[in-house]
Structures are given as structure tokens and as C-alpha cells.
């Protein structure tokens, strides 16, 4: 007994100062060159084509996940597949019933996104929220993102789609996605990383109305959204731009209960959420 207790008291004193692994979900958030406007349908199509013809990387802005578990290492996003945006606009006249558009779509490798993450550091145009997190909560978002590998999810890319009902998925959707599965998503995030906007029934093109909207009627709208008592389809959807500056406000106004993580020139929060037990419901919200 003297022996055992020698042994372990020995293996204590070797495995001190050792680091434990760190289990960690991190979102990146990229925001939009120029800024997306959404206060009117014109102010939308103005600023989406001032950043479109900028010809900078992720126009709409976009979201990365990082997941590490132990040895694990994942590191994706959503894209769309070469959408056409244009061609969908311009030749088919969907008018906002783009925003409901299905493009082809794909999830991001993880050499490709550590090769462009190394460029947009230096820059500074990224920013990030990191959430320590258990083991148990590790292997759910593990098993989350394998599963929408294995059922294909990814190859629906489309802003309105929902991931968790295996709809598909646009980027930001998708990373917020990870903190839904892991119930991480508070009030705040939720209102200060989402919009929601009334699209006149007479600028909503297919999918959501047969008749066609050019781009001239877009752009020569004045009004703005739609009221609750128009004729209206209603779109609430993540926003990377808002996302992007709740981490900058966070950074700045956070006080010093915040802590802060900086690489290279691009801020990020980190918030510990590993005290919280991992959900046991179901991931999906509806049979694939």
C-alpha cells in the first residue's frame, strides 16, 4: 500500500506543470468589405453590388468554425459552389426571393481556410469569439459536424436555410448553428447577431412568387421594408457584419471581466462555458 502511494504521489509531482488539453469552439468572423446597408431593399442592392464589384474576398462577409477536441482539429465553413448571383438577378429576375435562393454548396477544408486566416490576421480584418468548452460538449459538436458531413447538408447553400432542419446552410447560420446545438447561444447573441426584414411581395421574385422583379425596380424603390399590415415575407437571418462588431464592442466596452485573445493583429473574446453540462437532446430539429 506504502508502495502504491509512493508511486502515485511520484506520478503527481511528474504530471504537474503538464497542460491539459484544451477542448475549444471558435467562431471567425469576417465582415463584409464595405459594409452591407439593410435599412431599405435599395440601400441592400447598392451597398451588396458596391462590395460585390470591389472584388474582395467574401463580399456578403462570412464565418469560419473551429473545433479542437484533444488531438480533434476541424477548421470549415459554408460556401456557396461559384454561385451566380448575377445570372439568378439579372436573367431569372428573383428580386429578393434570391435571399431564399438554393445555390450548390460545399463545407470549406481546413488547409485553404488556415492559408487565407494567416492573410486576413495580418490585416486585421477578422475577429473571433472563443468558447471554452468540456469534453461531453466537444463530442457533440464533433458528432454535429459529422453527421451534417455524412447526411450532406452542405450541399444546399442559400441564406435562409435553416442547418438543423438539414435545409443547408449559409455561413453564419451554420456557425451559430454549433453554439444552437450546444445550447451556448444567450439573449444577447441572439439579438445582436441576427436581423430580420419585411421583403414587399412586390419585389420578391421566385422562389416566392411566380412573377419576375428586375433589378431597375430594385434599385428604383424608395420605400422601405414592408409594414406588418403589407403583403410581406418575413426574413430573420444571421448577420456576420453584426457578429464581426458585437466581438469589437464586446473588446472595447467589455471591462476587465473580458478576456481578451489577440493573433497577430486580429481581436477576439474568449468566454468559458466548460461548468455547462452538454445538452443530451436531439441534434436535428426534423428527420433528415
Not at 112 to 119: C, F, P, Q, T, V
Request: hydrophobic share 35%; with cysteine; proline share 5%.
Amino acid at each position: 500500500m506504502k508502495k502504491f502511494l509512493f508511486l502515485l504521489f511520484f506520478y503527481s509531482i511528474l504530471s504537474e506543470g503538464k497542460s491539459v488539453p484544451n477542448n475549444e469552439l471558435s467562431l471567425y468572423f469576417i465582415p463584409s468589405p464595405f459594409g452591407i446597408d439593410w435599412t431599405t431593399p435599395s440601400t441592400l442592392a447598392v451597398t451588396a453590388a458596391k462590395n460585390k464589384f470591389g472584388f474582395k474576398s467574401h463580399f456578403m462577409g462570412h464565418v469560419w468554425v473551429e473545433i479542437k477536441c484533444q488531438d480533434q482539429h476541424e477548421f470549415t465553413g459554408m460556401v456557396g459552389d461559384d454561385p451566380d448571383y448575377l445570372n439568378q438577378l439579372i436573367l431569372k429576375e428573383r428580386g429578393f426571393g434570391v435571399l431564399y435562393h438554393s445555390f450548390k454548396g460545399r463545407l470549406e477544408e481546413k488547409k485553404d481556410i488556415e492559408a487565407e486566416l494567416k492573410e486576413l490576421t495580418l490585416e486585421g480584418r477578422i475577429n473571433f469569439v472563443t468558447f471554452k468548452i468540456n469534453e461531453n460538449q466537444c463530442q457533440r459538436a464533433l458528432n454535429y459536424l459529422s453527421q451534417y458531413r455524412k447526411h450532406n447538408v452542405g450541399r444546399y447553400y442559400g441564406l435562409a436555410h435553416r442547418p438543423r432542419h438539414g435545409e443547408g446552410s449559409g455561413c453564419s447560420a451554420f456557425g451559430a448553428s454549433f453554439l444552437d446545438v450546444l445550447k451556448l447561444l444567450d439573449q444577447d447573441m441572439k439579438d445582436s447577431w441576427s436581423s430580420t426584414i419585411n421583403i414587399p411581395h412586390t419585389l420578391a421574385g421566385p422562389p416566392l412568387s411566380d412573377e419576375g422583379v428586375s433589378l431597375i425596380k430594385i434599385f428604383s424603390h424608395r420605400k422601405s421594408w414592408a409594414q406588418e399590415s403589407e403583403k410581406h415575407h418575413k426574413l430573420t437571418f444571421w448577420d456576420p457584419d453584426k457578429m464581426f462588431h458585437w466581438v469589437k464592442k464586446k473588446i472595447l466596452h467589455g471591462g476587465e471581466s473580458i478576456e481578451r485573445l489577440k493573433i497577430k493583429n486580429a481581436e477576439g473574446l474568449v468566454l468559458d462555458k466548460s461548468h455547462l453540462p452538454a445538452p443530451e437532446g436531439p441534434i436535428w430539429l426534423q428527420k433528415l
